[in-house]
């Protein structure tokens, strides 16, 4: 199950940046998912609650998930999100981004 490594490496990675920051708990978690992961967000947050629910450093932390469109790159010089066919020279354009899920924001509370 894909999706719960990466609900697991959401948590550790919160988690870590939680003790950095000496935080009291965790508000916020912001997760760009790449539109061709092939990755289901609502499967991830819903795995997440079920990680954090002992963890006292997540106390009704939010998982805030932003889905992100691809962006691609040709030759050509396009830039766009077609990931098939080049809409100016008709090539395979090469994709940049779109695949990856990343943390992009924490938000902690501190005394
Ligand atoms: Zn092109």
Excluded: W
Excluded at 7 to 29: F, L, P, R, W
């Amino acid at each position: 199950m894909h999706e719960y490594s990466i609900a697991y490496d959401i948590v550790v990675t919160a988690k870590k940046a939680a003790i950095e920051n000496n935080a009291k708990y965790i508000s916020s978690i912001y997760v760009d998912f790449g539109e061709l992961s092939i990755i289901n967000p609502e499967q991830v947050e819903f795995l997440f609650d079920t990680i954090i629910e002992d963890e006292p450093l997540f106390q009704n932390t939010k998982l805030i998930s932003t889905i992100v469109p691809p962006l691609t790159r040709c030759r050509c010089g396009y830039e766009g999100n077609e990931i098939y066919v080049c809409p100016k020279c008709g090539e395979l354009p090469v994709i940049e981004k779109g695949k990856e899920i990343v943390v992009t924001r924490i938000e902690v509370e501190t005394d």
